[in-house]
């Protein structure tokens, strides 16, 4: 089965920790994003990568790290300095972004709730 | 900058009755347009998308939508709604670039029995 996998699901936190959410695809999609979403705003872009071992800011990457070794991983880290980070996240990819017409495959997201 | 406008947060229509769920968009150039569904918890799943071919855009689960150039919009409907179609639903455009999509805030569709 093709397709992107986000873990875990479900995460808690303490105030004060980093912690990391994982996203794998194995669509052979060179492109990665990760989104965050909170009630009634839609869907924010925190960073993206065309490339391994390349990434940008997005529109919101403060508080947040990713890297991007491998073609079929992209993981998030959101760091202590994020100031309010309970919020539902979402990694997506896509085909290389040469088209503006390329749709993004999304997982089925991490809900990260800070204690 | 590329923006979408959704124009309500949320619909409420009867079961078997028609949906329409309002989108106008704001781009410097010609746009890449696209509709999004997502229950609840669950990641985002492509109903349908407009790329400069045919104006009138065919999707999953009987939705369509028009793009209208000269309205700047792109309202999704559907002849009939089922139970099945409560749900978030988002409109989105492509930035032109490699840096994604942007999104509306949503439209959440209420079915009615």
């Known amino acids: 089965d093709g397709g992107i996998t986000q873990s875990p699901k479900y995460l808690f936190r303490k105030e004060g920790q980093n912690v990391t959410l994982s996203c794998e695809q194995n669509l052979n999609h060179d492109a990665m994003y990760w989104y965050r979403q909170d009630p009634g705003q839609g869907l924010r872009l925190i960073y993206y990568s065309q490339i391994v071992n390349d990434f940008q800011k997005g529109d919101i990457a403060e508080g947040y790290s990713v890297s991007r070794e491998k073609k079929e991983s992209f993981p998030l880290t959101v760091t202590s300095a994020q100031k309010n980070p309970t919020a539902f996240y979402l990694c997506a990819s896509s085909l290389p972004t040469s088209g503006s017409d390329n749709e993004q495959f999304f997982g089925p997201g991490t809900r990260l709730t800070v204690l | 900058a590329q923006s979408v406008t959704q124009l309500d947060s949320h619909v409420s229509v009867s079961e078997g009755t028609p949906v329409l769920l309002r989108c106008n968009y704001s781009?410097?150039?010609?746009?890449?347009l696209f509709w999004y569904v997502q229950h609840p918890n669950k990641g985002l799943q492509l109903l349908l998308k407009y790329t400069s071919a045919a104006t009138l855009v065919k999707g999953i689960n009987g939705f369509e939508a028009e793009f209208k150039k000269s309205e700047t919009s792109f309202h999704l409907t559907k002849p009939s709604a089922h139970m099945s179609d409560a749900a978030e639903y988002f409109c989105?455009?492509?930035?032109?670039?490699?840096?994604?999509?942007?999104f509306g805030k949503g439209t959440h569709l209420i079915i009615q029995p």
């Open positions: 989105v455009v492509n930035r032109g670039g490699a840096d994604g999509l942007t």
């Open positions: 781009s410097s150039y010609s746009p890449s």
